[in-house]
């Protein structure tokens, strides 16, 4: 790994190689599970970009080939899933719900449950000009509702548990799904039009394939997670230290292209003033790095390129499409790879907890976005309300 280059503030800068290389047995920290989830959509949203006719077939193919798709998260007994006719996305608005996890192989087998951390709502209008993201935070305290066919009697807990409770014994990913979906659909009264899980396993290829992303550092920020040691980023052990040590890793102020770890990092970063919504700009910041970055020229261009980060993609979504063909899913959604991708705050960016601190709640605005969202009426809310819109200059 190359050195570092010196530093004049007495701060361990960022070193140009990949951490960890020479320890293939010690584990590192996970990655945010929601960047590669945006990846994989991104590149899902190649499919309809990356040419037409025989070359269009071929890439969706790549796809449909590897994902794995279920029908009883949205449309069995108390699915939430949107009203649709005939087999296809609506003209209308279209909201999507997606999750991402970081499971072991054969979690599913085992009976284990797997949190959800990752919680997205993709809110795309009418006009299909833009689509419109809201985190919902992982600790929102929420009604988890009751099911019968997973045997489950509901309760009240943080809402990335939901996705535990219908995944855990046989419910899988696709029970796990069906009662996340119920979940935010109790606590937004949004119906789905689908749902989109993607899993880690399997997706690291496509964040190397894509060559890094540039992002902004906003304020000076460092790692809790690695350190630089002799001028080699390493993972740091024991517990995460709550202030900076004196050999930590250190994100400088500026703009630059980021190695896929380093993005994956930044985005991780939870010291600062607003601790996880920082986290959650900086996510949904890098989100849209990778959407911009997978449908630019020099990968749409390359046929090889586009076919690996696909075949990889597909392998990594489970889907529940609301009864559309999953081609059809696809190319209804095409007009999405060149439209502006506008990421919302929630809670306007600030922990608003329970009187113990052990849970977070929604505030008033933020249920009245969830209900703008709701009825399609999400543009006009936004005039109204623009400190919920996360700047593209941050």
Partial sequence: MPAATDRTDGRQPLADGAPGKKKKKAKGPKAPLWTKLVTAFGAVLLITSGGTGVT??????????????????????????????????????????????????????????????????????????????????????????????????????????????????????????????????????????????????????ILEALGGVYMCVDQDSWSSHYVVNNGKVEYAKGADPTSPPSNALWFKKGCRNMKAWEALEFSRIRHSAHGDYDRQRHQQQLLRAMMKKATSSGVLTDLSKVSKLLSAAGSSLTLDTNNVPVSDFFFGLKGL??????????????????????????????????????????????????????????
């Fill in 56 to 205: 269009a077939n071929y890439l969706l193919s790549q796809v449909t080939d590897n994902v794995q798709t279920t029908t009883s998260a949205l449309s069995q007994s108390g699915g939430v899933g949107a009203a649709q006719q005939n087999g296809k996305l609506p003209d209308g608005a279209i909201n999507l719900l997606m999750l991402g996890l970081d499971t072991r192989d054969g979690w599913e087998k085992s009976g284990e449950g797997s949190r959800s951390d990752t919680i997205l709502v993709l809110h795309i209008p009418a006009a299909r000009d833009k689509a419109q993201m809201i985190s919902i935070p992982r600790d929102t305290n929420a009604e988890i509702p009751a099911d019968k066919d997973l045997g489950f009697g509901g309760a009240t807990e943080k809402i990335n548990s939901a996705f535990y409770f219908g995944s855990r014994n046989k419910g899988g990913v696709a029970g796990g799904m069906k009662l996340a979906a119920k979940a935010v659909h109790n606590l937004t009264g949004i119906s789905f039009d689908g749902v989109i899980v993607i899993n880690f396993n399997g997706f690291k290829d």
């Fill in 337 to 394: 790879a060149s439209a502006e991708l506008l990421p919302i705050r929630s809670n306007s960016g600030s922990f608003y907890s329970t009187s113990d601190g052990k849970a977070e709640l929604i505030n008033d605005v933020t249920k009245q976005l969830f209900e703008a969202t709701a009825k399609d009426k999400l543009d006009p809310f936004l005039l109204s309300h623009p400190e919920l819109v996360i700047n593209s200059s941050s």
